[in-house]
């Protein structure tokens, strides 16, 4: 016991210090910690590995590669579309020509698609029917390998790189499981319906809480989207906790905070919750959720491998839940979380499954390599290698910090990007870029935190219909934004590590579309450039913006 306090004090020490940004308020809230010990302590222990064990692989779990007779044997995607609405048309003899449908000129990288169709992984008849009505037929590396372990009811952590489509990889065997997509099974009866909510899903942000939802509603359809619930901050909790009460939601989405607060204030009840879903777990685990997050931990379900007679009281009705982790970015403090979170997790990867007790500790602040070329026995670098798209070019220029919204617009010319994310460090300066860049006739506004919910949800539509070309704005949205159009992100500041640095650049080049990332900064800069590239284990090039060109520059020694 004495350990694992001190494990927990030395963490908050360490904490205290590195982020200082936080204020005299964070270090007067570090007192309460102690109250969360058991969630630090989830991520904080260190236990040992206990058994060595093999990789599994999704075939090893009896999912049989088979090649879809619709597809091209190297997994081509595009053609798949192609020879989808040829098949579809017969055209009969003597008649017109109908209209075909044009390849569309989006460069998507195969390799993600050298997996299966959505029918071979075991999802239910009912999901399968309404994936094909949305188009969605073949899953990405990351859905083939997480859809059928999570449907086997593993705890799982899921790491993929930006833009792969994990969301969809913990929400199908979800959704094939509960609500009305479901496999209906001998044992349920058609008017079975079991009351209360089934899944928990928490993001760290509302945009990502809310793309989420739609995602969901999207799946659903829209006679039955009512049976997702958005509980995100910022949106009025009592309209929230009337349809709560109305709607009977199957499946809420949500912040940790608005979550934790409608909790506690006994309007969710999630006692008989079988799945919890942490999206962007590595940034839930930081000490701002600590207290939410503890209350979401010890109140949804039953975590996997508890014994129900060690439970008292109305708690003994709990149900076990499926703990499901998610990121692009795994630091080993997710890996600790999980093992102590769950029963024999998994690290699901695109192309590997490997037990999470089978990975050796790391030293601090080491990431798992999310690389699915590095060896299997040694799956843990001290580098974010692999947790960005391979399609993205990542370039950097060197530019006086009055001329950095000049060279934003020299760059924005020079790629002809339509769809641009420029990411600074502070919130103040925002207002300024916008300005400039409107100044120049450049459509652009911006986005952070102080922004009211109505004027956050009106920009970032605008932005995704093409109405603003350039969304100037802060950390708020490099997590999980999901803007499928976006060709290039610009770091007018410098990220304060590798972790910032992938979720930033991956709102480009999603899905495998090509995207590019440009960092400016000034030239006492160039050497955190330079760590930055050793430890994402991507080029990063030095380039020039003349004559609107994009100039790849020589490095200086
Ligand atoms: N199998 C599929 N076929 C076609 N489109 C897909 C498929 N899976 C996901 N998508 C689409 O790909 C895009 C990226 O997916 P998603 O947002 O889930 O990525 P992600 O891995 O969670 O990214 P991030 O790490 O940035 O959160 C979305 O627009 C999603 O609708």
Same mark, same amino acid.
């Given at each position: 016991?004495?350990?694992?306090?001190?494990?927990?004090?030395?963490?908050?020490?360490?904490?205290?210090?590195?982020?200082?940004?936080? =204020?005299?308020?964070?270090? /007067?809230?570090?007192?309460?910690?102690?109250?969360?010990? =058991?969630?630090?302590?989830?991520?904080?222990?260190?236990?040992? !590995?206990?058994?060595?064990?093999?990789?599994?692989?999704?075939?090893?779990?009896?999912?049989?590669?088979?090649?879809?007779?619709?597809?091209?044997?190297?997994?081509?995607?595009?053609?798949?579309?192609?020879?989808?609405?040829?098949?579809?048309?017969?055209?009969?003899?003597?008649?017109?020509?109908?209209?075909?449908?044009?390849?569309?000129?989006?460069?998507?990288?195969?390799?993600?698609?050298?997996?299966?169709?959505?029918?071979? /992984?075991?999802?239910?008849?009912?999901?399968?029917?309404?994936?094909?009505?949305?188009?969605?037929?073949?899953?990405?590396?990351?859905?083939?390998?997480?859809?059928?372990?999570?449907?086997?009811? @593993?705890?799982?952590?899921?790491?993929?790189?930006?833009?792969?489509?994990?969301?969809?990889?913990?929400?199908?065997?979800?959704?094939?499981?509960?609500?009305? /997509?479901?496999?209906?099974?001998?044992?349920?009866?058609?008017?079975?319906?079991?009351?209360?909510?089934?899944?928990?899903?928490?993001?760290?942000?509302?945009?990502?809480?809310?793309?989420?939802?739609?995602?969901?509603?999207?799946?659903?359809?829209?006679?039955?989207?009512?049976?997702?619930?958005?509980?995100?901050?910022? $949106?009025?909790?009592?309209?929230?906790?009337?349809?709560?009460?109305?709607?009977?939601?199957?499946?809420?989405?949500?912040?940790?905070?608005?979550?934790?607060?409608?909790?506690?204030?006994?309007?969710?009840?999630?006692?008989?919750?079988?799945?919890?879903?942490?999206?962007?777990?590595?940034?839930?685990?930081?000490?701002?959720?600590?207290?939410?997050?503890?209350?979401?931990?010890?109140?949804?379900?039953?975590?996997?491998?508890?014994?129900?007679?060690?439970?008292?009281?109305?708690?003994?009705?709990?149900?076990?839940?499926?703990?499901?982790?998610?990121?692009?970015?795994?630091?080993?403090?997710?890996?600790?979380?999980?093992?102590?979170?769950?029963?024999?997790?998994?690290?699901?990867?695109?192309?590997?499954?490997? !037990?999470?007790?089978?990975?050796?500790?790391?030293?601090?602040?080491?990431?798992?390599?999310?690389?699915?070329?590095?060896?299997?026995?040694?799956?843990?670098?001290?580098?974010?290698?692999?947790?960005?798209?391979?399609?993205?070019?990542?370039?950097?220029?060197?530019?006086?910090?009055?001329?950095?919204?000049?060279?934003?617009?020299?760059?924005? @010319?020079?790629?002809?990007?339509?769809?641009?994310?420029?990411?600074?460090?502070?919130?103040?300066?925002?207002?300024?870029?916008?300005?400039?860049?409107?100044?120049?006739?450049?459509?652009?506004?911006?986005?952070?935190?102080?922004?009211?919910?109505? $004027?956050?949800?009106?920009?970032?539509?605008?932005?995704?219909?093409?109405?603003?070309?350039?969304?100037?704005?802060?950390?708020?949205?490099?997590?999980?934004?999901?803007?499928?159009?976006?060709?290039?992100?610009?770091?007018?500041?410098?990220?304060?590590?590798?972790?910032?640095?992938?979720?930033?650049?991956?709102?480009?080049?999603?899905?495998?579309?090509?995207?590019?990332?440009?960092?400016?900064?000034?030239?006492?800069?160039?050497?955190?450039?330079?760590?930055?590239?050793?430890?994402?284990?991507?080029?990063?090039?030095?380039?020039?913006?003349?004559?609107?060109?994009?100039?790849?520059?020589?490095?200086?020694?």
């Amino acid at each position: 016991m004495e350990l694992v306090i001190g494990h927990a004090h030395r963490g908050l020490l360490a904490l205290a210090s590195s982020r200082s940004f936080l =204020g005299n308020r964070f270090a /007067l809230r570090c007192v309460f910690a102690l109250r969360t010990a =058991g969630f630090h302590r989830a991520a904080c222990i260190n236990r040992r !590995p206990e058994s060595p064990s093999t990789p599994l692989t999704v075939s090893s779990l009896g999912f049989k590669p088979e090649i879809d007779p619709g597809r091209k044997q190297d997994g081509s995607f595009l053609d798949l579309v192609v020879i989808k609405s040829a098949a579809a048309t017969k055209i009969p003899p003597g008649k017109a020509k109908p209209f075909e449908r044009k390849k569309k000129k989006i460069e998507i990288d195969e390799s993600l698609f050298s997996a299966k169709s959505f029918a071979e /992984l075991g999802l239910s008849r009912l999901l399968i029917a309404r994936l094909n009505e949305l188009d969605l037929t073949v899953p990405t590396d990351v859905q083939s390998a997480a859809i059928p372990i999570i449907a086997q009811k @593993h705890d799982a952590v899921v790491q993929s790189y930006t833009g792969s489509g994990k969301t969809l990889a913990y929400l199908l065997p979800i959704l094939s499981e509960i609500g009305p /997509l479901k496999e209906l099974r001998d044992s349920d009866t058609a008017l079975e319906q079991k009351s209360g909510v089934e899944a928990v899903i928490v993001a760290p942000s509302r945009e990502l809480g809310m793309q989420i939802v739609r995602e969901v509603e999207r799946l659903l359809g829209p006679a039955d989207k009512k049976l997702v619930q958005q509980l995100v901050g910022g $949106a009025n909790r009592s309209r929230q906790e009337e349809a709560l009460k109305k709607n009977k939601p199957i499946i809420v989405v949500g912040t940790p905070g608005r979550i934790a607060e409608i909790s506690a204030a006994g309007k969710l009840h999630t006692h008989g919750c079988r799945f919890l879903v942490l999206d962007e777990v590595d940034q839930l685990l930081s000490f701002n959720y600590r207290e939410d997050m503890h209350r979401i931990l010890e109140h949804v379900g039953r975590k996997t491998g508890t014994k129900p007679s060690g439970i008292m009281g109305p708690l003994a009705r709990r149900t076990e839940r499926q703990t499901v982790l998610v990121s692009a970015t795994v630091p080993f403090s997710v890996v600790r979380a999980a093992r102590n979170w769950g029963r024999d997790p998994v690290l699901v990867r695109a192309k590997s499954v490997v !037990p999470l007790d089978s990975l050796p500790a790391p030293g601090p602040g080491a990431l798992l390599s999310n690389s699915d070329t590095a060896s299997p026995s040694s799956p843990v670098t001290p580098v974010t290698a692999g947790s960005l798209p391979p399609s993205l070019k990542h370039y950097y220029c060197v530019s006086k910090m009055q001329h950095k919204v000049d060279t934003l617009r020299r760059c924005v @010319h020079a790629l002809d990007a339509n769809t641009v994310i420029a990411f600074m460090n502070n919130t103040k300066p925002l207002k300024d870029v916008v300005f400039k860049l409107e100044a120049r006739g450049m459509k652009a506004a911006e986005l952070h935190g102080d922004l009211g919910k109505l $004027a956050r949800s009106t920009t970032l539509k605008k932005f995704k219909n093409g109405e603003i070309r350039i969304l100037v704005t802060n950390e708020l949205s490099a997590r999980g934004l999901d803007v499928p159009e976006c060709d290039l992100v610009v770091n007018l500041d410098l990220p304060t590590d590798s972790i910032h640095y992938a979720h930033r650049a991956g709102r480009t080049g999603r899905l495998g579309r090509k995207g590019n990332v440009v960092t400016v900064c000034e030239e006492p800069e160039v050497f955190v450039v330079k760590k930055l590239r050793r430890h994402l284990g991507v080029e990063i090039q030095p380039c020039e913006f003349t004559e609107g060109k994009l100039t790849v520059c020589k490095e200086e020694a």
